[in-house]
């Protein structure tokens, strides 16, 4: 492959799938298509990012069959070259709130079985600031210190736009004390963002499970309940999805699993309130689209509403969809 003719053709297609830190292209060679992947500039960090993920493509190649080849990684320029994987995305073939395929199920269940058996020997280097195996509740307190960074970073407008929602100065304020009273458990590799946009059902009837950017090493807890969380499963799928993550889970990553995923998800709910005040409210001041307006409004106030019983008892009332584009427009416009 001429890797950087199809760096440069990928830079200079429009059409690209969709990525927050990575902007994804088709690009076609004499042997078949291939994905380029190039960092997105000026991505704001809202989620933990361990390791580059061309360097844990690599590491998980043996251990993972359904992630992703690496064929190539670049430095300067940032990009990397993935196998083309032909299929249907998952939000696609089932959008939010329509059942999935019985093999996709029972395909997250063996994916998260293998990634419950990644060695710590085969992933890369973990800083040595990292929680120590076991350490949950330094793991959940790395996780709280992300929200409150978001929080308290943005600019004048965000602040105003988050004070005038009602989102609490510190959002993670009842969700410290219970970080501490978190069970111990063995360490795991997590894909950490596991989500229909990442999955592609394959010409041959397999599930590959796309973008490790985000990968963890910490809490297998956590990466069931970021899948819930995002998967907005239908109540019979999200029983048999913890159900199967329950029977691949190694004993050692089970401890008292039940009550801490129930953490995780509520820290899900304050989190994605959190980010998606930021996200939500750029799009709400992006668009003169009145319908698509007052659907970004009442999908944010629906996310305000979640995560307020976890800020606290006191927290203000949820705004409405036109309050919250009046604040919009104050703050962002």
């Known amino acids: 492959m001429d890797v950087v003719a199809l760096y440069e053709e990928a830079l200079a297609r429009g059409t690209v799938l969709s990525g927050y830190y990575n902007r994804n292209v088709r690009v076609e060679t004499g042997d078949g298509p291939v994905i380029v992947r190039i960092r997105a500039d000026g991505s704001e960090a809202m989620d933990l990012a361990l390791?580059?993920?061309?360097?844990?493509?690599?590491?998980?190649?043996?251990?993972?069959?359904?992630?992703?080849?690496?064929?190539?990684?670049?430095?300067?320029?940032?990009?990397?070259?993935?196998?083309?994987?032909?299929?249907?995305?998952?939000?696609?073939?089932?959008?939010?709130?329509?059942?999935?395929?019985?093999?996709?199920?029972?395909?997250?269940?063996?994916?998260?079985?293998?990634?419950?058996?990644?060695?710590?020997?085969?992933?890369?280097?973990i800083p040595r600031?990292?929680?120590?195996?076991?350490?949950?509740?330094?793991?959940?307190?790395?996780?709280?210190a992300l929200v409150r960074t978001i929080r308290h970073r943005g600019d004048e407008g965000i602040s105003g736009l988050y004070d005038e929602l009602g989102v609490p100065e510190d959002p993670c304020?009842?969700?410290?004390?219970?970080?501490?009273?978190?069970?111990?458990?063995?360490?795991?590799?997590?894909?950490?963002?596991?989500?229909?946009?990442?999955?592609?059902?394959?010409?041959?009837?397999?599930?590959?499970?796309l973008d490790w950017e985000l990968a963890l090493w910490?809490?297998?807890?956590?990466?069931?309940?970021?899948?819930?969380?995002?998967?907005?499963?239908?109540?019979?799928?999200?029983?048999?999805?913890?159900?199967?993550?329950?029977?691949?889970?190694?004993?050692?990553?089970r401890t008292r699993w039940r009550a801490d995923l129930d953490y995780y998800i509520a820290y899900e709910a304050v989190k994605s309130a959190v980010v998606d005040t930021v996200r939500w409210g750029r799009r709400i001041a992006g668009t003169e689209d009145a319908g698509e307006r007052h659907t970004l409004c009442l999908e944010l106030a629906g996310k305000l509403a979640a995560a307020r019983v976890h800020w606290s008892a006191a927290a203000p009332s949820v705004p409405e969809p036109r309050q919250i584009a009046a604040a919009v427009d104050r703050w962002l416009a």
């Open 218 to 253: 910490g809490d297998p807890v956590y990466d069931l309940a970021d899948h819930l969380h995002k998967m907005a499963y239908l109540p019979g799928e999200r029983r048999a999805v913890t159900e199967g993550w329950e029977r691949s889970a190694p004993e050692e990553c």
């Open 173 to 209: 304020s009842l969700l410290g004390d219970r970080a501490r009273g978190m069970a111990e458990r063995a360490f795991r590799l997590l894909h950490a963002d596991i989500h229909r946009k990442n999955m592609i059902l394959t010409e041959g009837g397999r599930v590959a499970f």
């Open 51 to 125: 390791w580059p993920e061309a360097e844990v493509l690599a590491a998980i190649g043996p251990h993972v069959p359904s992630a992703p080849r690496l064929l190539y990684t670049g430095r300067d320029p940032d990009f990397q070259i993935h196998e083309f994987i032909a299929g249907r995305r998952m939000d696609e073939l089932a959008p939010d709130g329509k059942p999935l395929p019985d093999p996709v199920l029972k395909a997250v269940e063996g994916f998260f079985f293998d990634l419950l058996r990644v060695p710590v020997s085969a992933v890369p280097a």
């Open 129 to 144: 600031d990292w929680p120590q195996d076991a350490d949950t509740g330094g793991f959940a307190e790395r996780l709280l």
